[in-house]
């Protein structure tokens, strides 16, 4: 994980450093959460903080999007670049 700051000195990564409740209180002090679709994002929005997902295997249109954020913060990957990428309500089917 620390690879993810090597030579960024505005990027800072926290996995595994802090407690719970510490990261609850980081992410509500968020400007804005870039995420997949994850905990994270959903804890962000709960938090109401603004949140852009990246989507793959899972789709927004599922019901899977982070609560009472708009659609056009939903990046979902390009299907004609990636036909094959594997799209389901489980994210193991075509």
């Given at each position: 994980m620390n690879s993810l700051s090597n030579n960024k000195?505005?990027?800072?990564?926290?996995?595994?450093k802090i407690q719970f409740e510490q990261e609850l209180q980081l992410i509500s002090n968020l400007d804005i959460m870039l995420s997949?679709?994850?905990?994270?994002?959903?804890?962000?929005?709960?938090?109401?903080?603004n949140v852009i997902t990246l989507w793959g295997?899972?789709?927004p249109y599922l019901g899977f999007s982070p609560f009472n954020q708009p659609l056009e913060n939903a990046l979902l990957s390009d299907r004609t670049k990636y036909p094959y990428l594997p799209t389901s309500v489980y994210g193991n089917k075509k």
């Open positions: 000195p505005n990027v800072i990564v926290v996995a595994g997949m679709d994850s905990g994270n994002a959903h804890i962000a929005a709960m938090l109401g903080v295997a899972t789709h």
